[in-house]
């Protein structure tokens, strides 16, 4: 069973487009994020929903917007897609925000 | 601005050796303090954390040691072997029983065993 779940595990799209990154749980967890791994391997936090409520906002372009269905559920639409947002995302869960359970992620390849 | 600064970038043991990889942090309201490894392909998992109140933790061939006045911690793998070979992260996560505490992470180590 797949305790977290992204969906697609690879999309290359063209500037200028508008994708969608479909992220589920299983674990019965409060909190789900977004992360962002660089070429680099940095790894930092986008953004943070606990019980459907945006709780943590990073400073990131408004072309980003999650969006949690329910507790069990993290999506996020990117518009107007540029070359930098090449890059892995990761979708995470969990209780309490002490152990965080990752996805597979997402390989984003903007050309 | 980066909160918790970790060294060295890549690392090269031979087999049966010690890795050690250090890491540092600022903000002494940290209350948590993990390990993630990461395969390449793979998201990160946790590996083994500790709390500020202890000095040392040790699960199997990973410890990690703790320095509270110098604000310093490091993962210790003994006995290393080629399926340890993954990028190690550290971290820190802010205080209180918040949600909305954040983990902060390390830029991390590219670990390599040699057989």
């Known amino acids: 069973d797949t305790a977290v779940s992204q969906t697609p595990k690879y999309l290359v799209t063209q500037m200028g487009n508008d994708k969608s990154i479909k992220c589920e749980q299983n674990l019965g967890h409060d909190t789900m994020y977004w992360y962002k791994q660089d070429s680099k391997k940095f790894l930092k936090i986008m953004f943070s929903?606990?019980?459907?409520?945006?709780?943590i906002n990073e400073t990131v372009p408004n072309r980003f917007s999650p969006k949690s269905p329910d507790k069990a559920h993290l999506n996020l639409h990117i518009n107007s897609l540029e070359l930098g947002d090449s890059a892995v995302y990761f979708c995470a869960s969990s209780q309490s925000s002490y152990e965080q359970y990752f996805g597979p992620g997402t390989r984003l390849t903007v050309t | 601005q980066q909160q918790v600064k970790q060294s060295p970038q890549s690392l090269i043991v031979q087999k049966g050796g010690i890795s050690i990889i250090n890491c540092a942090y600022e903000n002494t309201a940290f209350d948590y303090f993990p390990w993630y490894q990461q395969f390449p392909g793979k998201g990160p998992a946790l590996l083994i954390a500790i709390r500020p109140d202890v000095s040392e933790k040790k699960e199997g061939r990973f410890t990690i040691s703790f320095n509270k006045s110098a604000k310093q911690f490091s993962l210790h793998i003994m006995d290393s072997q080629p399926g340890d070979s993954a990028t190690y992260f550290c971290a820190a996560r802010g205080s209180g029983y918040s949600s909305a505490s954040k983990i902060i992470f390390g830029s991390g180590t590219r670990l390599s065993i040699r057989p």
């Open positions: 929903y606990n019980n459907k409520e945006l709780i």
